[in-house]
């Protein structure tokens, strides 16, 4: 019986924590604004001990920050971060593929994200016009989720997935709000392509070829972050979270 308690306490932290990002990352709170324990629980409809959780775990990952006189305020991000974060997942990732190269990855692990290459190409194979864009986002979350486990270092896993948990670094950090705009559509096609070449130089066990491709895999983010910071801010309104990102 006393599981049942422990898996509710951890769903309500798991809530917390998801509902405080969003209301983030969401456009909800402008950076260095202070985030008040008792509104986000009455907007949340959560308990106030699982929210101070979930602040204390933002902070930790950097998405917020301590104010001297006590609690949390929203961060604000120079570009620059948001690109190291970018790199430092390519980095990690690449550093996933090669050594799933080198040391030659589990035949069922290989053959499971195949198949995820394939199903992501029958999402565009209509081109990037018509594709499924939904479940592109949800294989591609998938995929690299696969990709990280794939040399089989679970002390690899874990750092790429802290990594990801930083702000903008995820995989999928722009992919939700891509979905009407031609240019970052184009990018998913190119970005299927090198998901097709990191598999094909892991199978042919080309250990630094698959490191260069992931790596090069992970600047798409960051060309897709540049395009709207430099070349057309009026999509600043399809990504809010943008708002936290200065010069």
């Known amino acids: ?3 049942r308690p422990a898996h509710r306490q951890q769903s309500r932290s798991l809530k917390a924590l998801m509902g405080v990002r969003d209301l983030i990352l969401g456009g909800h709170a402008r950076p260095g604004e202070r985030l008040s324990e008792v509104a986000i629980a009455d907007r949340l409809g959560i308990s106030r001990t699982p929210i101070r959780a979930a602040l204390a775990r933002l902070e930790q990952e950097g998405l917020l920050e301590l ?11 120079a570009r620059d971060e948001v690109i190291d974060a970018i790199e430092l997942r390519g ?8 050594l799933a190269a080198e040391r030659g990855p589990h035949p069922a692990q290989l053959a499971e994200i195949k198949k995820l290459v394939q199903a992501l190409d029958e999402t565009i194979c209509d081109g990037p016009e018509a594709m499924d864009f939904e479940r592109y986002v949800e294989l591609n979350a998938t ?3 696969a990709l990280a486990g794939l040399s089989g270092s679970e002390t690899i896993r874990r750092e790429i997935a802290r990594v990801t948990g930083l702000p903008f670094a995820s995989p999928s950090a722009f992919l939700d709000k891509q979905a009407d705009v031609p240019a970052f559509r184009q990018s998913l096609v190119i970005g ?3 998901h097709r070449a990191i598999i094909n130089a892991i199978e042919m066990r080309e250990g630094g070829r ?7 895999h992970a ?3 960051r060309q897709n972050l540049e395009y709207v910071m430099a070349q057309d801010r009026s999509l600043l309104r399809s990504v809010p979270a943008l708002a936290l990102v200065g010069e």
């Not at 104010?67 to 991000?77: D, E, H, W």
């Not at 980095?91 to 090669?98: D, I, K, Q, S, Y």
């Not at 698959?210 to 090069?216: H, I, N, P, T, Y």
């Open 1 to 3: 019986m006393a599981a």
């Open 67 to 77: 104010i001297p006189s006590g609690g949390f305020a929203v961060r604000s991000f």
């Open 143 to 145: 995929f690299h989720a």
């Open 91 to 98: 980095v990690l990732e690449g550093t996933a593929a090669r």
């Open 210 to 216: 698959a490191e260069a491709l992931a790596r090069e």
């Open 219 to 221: 600047r798409l983010a």
């Open 192 to 194: 299927q392509a090198q």
